[in-house]
């Protein structure tokens, strides 16, 4: 039964039941007996009080409405969804934390552009809220206006996002085997973030993430440091702080400082040719490495006096080589963080024969012609062969008397005579 035909019979049961001899007045208000004189009760306060708490008046748990919890990331937008079985020809209405009506119905209450209609119907009221604040936090209330009124709550929680973390504490560069002490900063998450440190690919165990609320009482600003010794592999390493947080549905947030450290230089000797032979030429390349780098180097060669040469240039070059050439020589490279010595042993070779254009165009003749006699070989060795499994086919013809002779189309090619039992034997072939 609908909510306005039963207006009536309500009023009339209420008026009969009310305790204390309440009367209902002409406009529509309760007077109560025990209340001073004009003072009224409203008609919609008086019977959801009293006129619904009997069993037999209970609407249906059928006309509840239900909706859900949402989260949200701030600047993001919210579908807030409210439905209900058993709509009693009444219509759902939204309406803000602070009480404010959004929607009733496909109308709007409220004049602002952010909240839209996205579905109206007697079982069903949807809005959504786009570009979300952190201010519009809190709990929504759907209800239906049935008798009494129903409701159901809808809280609405907007993640902070953390600002782009800030790294500070590194000035100048940093000397091998130094400490130093890196910090991390990132604000406006909600709930606070938490803060994690890597060098490369490699995690860096600082301190405990610190949080601290921000002035708006909403958002959270959280800290962290990290110390650490340095070494020469870490000179051009980033050291990354990252923020983890859930608004951030797995993307990097994350702030890299590159770190410069100095170190004192090292050096290694390579020759070019690798093999060297005496006659060629060789050079020595001295190749340092240091931050800086070096910007002087010294050659010796043991037993030698004075050293043989100091310059910025790194390879020692020898025009012709000897065997005199040969011993361990030495490279010094220097810059202002020091100093590193490199050593290597010469020893010079025989030279190696070099064959002439004509010998080098008599071997290939030679390899060719060879090829030639080893093709004819193998060509006789199967010819020889085919003719020996075809040789020709000896035919025997045993003539007795004078009177036999062979075929006129077979050629002679042997014959012998014999007289065995008085009969002449021949032997032809074809």
Known sequence: MGAPSALPLLLLFASCWAPGGANLSQDGYWQEQNLELGTLAPLEEAMSSTVWSSPDMLASQDSQPWTSDETVVAGG????????????????????????????????????????????????LSISISSVALADEGEYTCSIFTMPVRTAKSLVTVLGIPQKPIITGYKSSLREKDTTT????????????????????QELHGE??????????????????????????????????????????????????????????????????????????????????????????LWEKEGSVPPLKMTQESALIFPF????????????????????????????NDP????????????????????????????????????IRHKGTYLTHEAKGSDDAPDADTAIINAEGGQSGGDDKKEYFI
């Open 182 to 201: 890196l910090n991390c900063q990132s604000s406006g998450s909600k709930p606070a973030a938490q803060l994690t440190w890597r060098k490369g690919d």
């Open 77 to 124: 937008t919210v579908v807030l969804k409210c439905q209900v079985k058993d709509h009693e020809d009444s219509s759902l209405q939204w309406s803000n934390p602070a009480q404010q009506t959004l929607y009733f119905g496909e109308k709007r209450a409220l004049r602002d552009n952010r909240i839209q209609l996205v579905r109206s119907t007697p079982h069903e």
């Open 352 to 387: 190696s024969p070099v064959p002439s254009s004509s010998s080098t165009y008599h071997a290939i003749i030679g390899g060719i012609v060879a090829f030639i006699v080893f093709l004819l070989l193998v060509l006789l060795i199967f010819l020889g062969h085919y003719l």
């Open 208 to 297: 405990p993430t610190r949080i601290q609320e921000d002035p708006n009482g909403k958002t959270f600003t959280v800290s962290s440091s990290v110390t650490f010794q340095v070494t020469r592999e870490d000179d051009g390493a980033d050291i990354v702080c990252s923020v983890n947080h859930e608004s951030l549905k797995g993307a990097d947030r994350s702030t890299a400082q590159r770190i410069e450290v100095l170190y004192t230089p090292t050096a290694k000797i390579r020759p070019d040719p690798p093999h060297p032979r005496e006659g060629q030429k060789l050079l020595l390349h001295c190749e340092g490495r240091g931050n800086p780098a070096p910007q002087q180097y």
């Open 321 to 348: 080589l000897n065997k005199s050439d040969s011993g361990t020589y030495g490279c010094t490279a220097t810059s202002n963080m020091g100093s590193y010595k490199a050593y290597y042993t010469l020893n010079v």
